[in-house]
Nanobody, 127 residues
Framework: QVQLVESGGGSVQAGGSLRLSCVAS????????MAWLRQVSGKEREGVAG???????RYADFVEGRFTISRDNAKNTLDLQMNSLKPEDTAMYYC?????????????????????WGQGTQVTVSS
């Protein structure tokens, strides 16, 4: 049974940092393309960062240079290091496993592209 469980969210002031973690179970995390997405209430989920099965990374323009996605194959976890946080980064953050075998661009990601999701972890950035 595939499960994804996120942790690490919280409240932080602008300019601060948070590290999100996603523990995968039921499969080997390095065998699939993975991503972090976020959602603000009333809006569609948007891609934040992605990592391919072979370890390549991609980022949305709005987080480029501030966020880093990484994977620990030994622990079967996916992390998102978030630095220089801004109030507009406030959202529910989800890790997800991509459905299709082709690694998709961040800008084109939609909820339908993913077959498994975590429950989400809230990130709140105050000014």
């Amino acid at each position: 049974q595939v499960q994804l469980v996120e942790s690490g969210g919280g409240s932080v002031q602008a300019g601060g940092s948070l590290r999100l973690s996603c523990v995968a179970s039921g499969y080997t995390i390095s065998s699939h393309h993975m991503a972090w997405l976020r959602q603000v209430s009333g809006k569609e989920r948007e891609g934040v960062a992605g990592i391919s099965a072979d370890g390549r990374t991609r980022y949305a323009d709005f987080v480029e240079g501030r966020f880093t996605i990484s994977r620990d194959n030994a622990k079967n976890t996916l992390d998102l290091q978030m630095n220089s946080l801004k109030p507009e980064d406030t959202a529910m953050y989800y890790c997800a496993r991509q459905r299709v075998s082709r690694w998709l661009s961040i800008a084109s990601l939609s909820s339908a592209d993913f077959s498994y999701w975590g429950q989400g972890t809230q990130v709140t950035v105050s000014s």
